[in-house]
């Protein structure tokens, strides 16, 4: 007969594997109610429990949650992120500290309050300062990073596979039937990996097929040069071979790469199909352009996020772990086959 593990307990209770080892290691300040619904299943399912419920556990209430972004209209795309990480720490009996981390407050003060309020564990969305981080690591405060490629070798940390999401979002426009493509970038001196991961998925997909690339159809601009981009569209897709797909960095610059390409007469997507990763814009707003996206499972990364952190408070001695999740295509209509022609797959083996 198989004895019942964790993962049984978990699947009873619709939490996680960590979570049930935190309660029956009783460690954590999971809520009362949770706890006893595990103990209540592991004692049901005959779970013979290896830990004693004696065991010293954390003593600390607050958890921080640091909320940065490097350019404004990330507001709304990790928003998401602090209002659903509060919510589990409510629930898990911990109390939330949100600091938004803008320039007027420096390192120092970051530091000094998240020491005032004795914070136990930091969740940090984008922002990495490895001198601050690295002190907190020392002192036993576990970090968990959310969004930033850059230390992946350094911090635990959840991230979307930005390699992936492009490559796919190319696929998808390959096998539409598009061979002649465009792609669009920014450059974010903060986020170098996402802007060099995003663009080798694109050149990956193509480079499967045959397809050469050549760097005249790469547009790379600062955010706000608004002539630079003006310019360099009209140079790409003046010529009479013009591409007929694009790819753009994010849904952000692909709404102002949008607006200029229509300024010139372009229509989206009778004449030039567009596909973003990310889905960073608000859609329920009427002034967004309709385009489509890779689009980034923040739910996904919000629970993998909590499940990482109660790891590292059952195991402290565990080595750095990095967990990447998928994009998945949301089909808003900026995506057909070039010409209205027939559909021609992609072999996707």
């Known amino acids: 007969m198989r004895h019942p593990t964790l ?3 978990a699947a009873d209770c619709g939490v996680s594997t960590a979570t049930v080892s935190m309660v029956l290691a009783g460690k ?5 109610d949770m706890t006893d619904r595990i103990k209540k299943s592991a004692d049901e399912l005959g779970y013979a429990r290896r830990v ?3 065991s ?3 003593s600390f209430k607050y958890v921080c949650i640091i909320q940065w972004e490097d350019a404004p209209f990330l507001w709304h795309f990790s928003q998401p992120f602090v209002l659903q990480l509060e919510k589990i720490l409510v629930e898990m009996g911990f109390r939330p500290m949100v600091i938004h981390k803008q320039p007027a407050l420096d390192d120092t003060a970051l530091y000094n309050e998240i020491r005032a309020a004795r914070v136990g564990a930091v969740f940090s969305i984008h922002y990495v300062n490895p001198v601050l981080f690295d002190e907190f690591e020392k002192m036993g405060i576990p970090v968990i990073i959310l969004n930033n490629n850059n230390y992946q070798d350094r911090y635990w940390s959840v991230l979307t596979d930005d390699i992936q999401g492009t490559y796919e979002g190319t696929r998808h426009l390959l096998g539409l039937g598009h061979r002649r493509f465009a792609y669009a970038e920014y450059r974010r001196p ?3 990996s996402v802007v060099r991961d995003r663009f080798f998925g ?4 193509l480079d499967e097929v045959g397809i050469d690339f050549s760097e005249d159809s790469r547009i790379t601009v600062d955010l706000r040069d608004q002539s630079g981009l003006e310019r360099r569209v009209t140079e790409v897709f003046g010529r009479p071979d013009r591409p007929t797909a694009l790819v753009v960095h994010d849904d952000y610059f692909g709404a102002i790469v949008h607006r200029v390409l229509t300024s010139q007469g372009l229509c989206i997507p009778a004449d030039l199909s567009m596909i973003c990763p990310g889905d960073v814009l608000d859609y329920h707003e009427p002034f967004f352009p309709r385009l489509s996206t890779m689009q980034i499972d923040l739910p996904l990364m919000i629970s993998l996020s909590w499940d990482l952190l109660l790891s590292r408070l059952v195991d402290e001695s565990a080595r750095v772990k990095v967990l990447k999740t998928k994009m998945q295509l949301v089909d808003r209509g900026s995506c057909t086959p070039p010409g209205g022609a027939i559909r021609h797959p992609v072999n996707q083996e």
């Open 52 to 54: 004693p419920r004696t």
């Open 7 to 9: 993962k049984d307990i």
């Open 56 to 58: 010293k556990g954390p």
């Open 202 to 205: 694109f050149k990956r997909a």
């Open 28 to 32: 954590g300040s999971i809520s009362p």
């Open 190 to 192: 903060e986020s170098g």
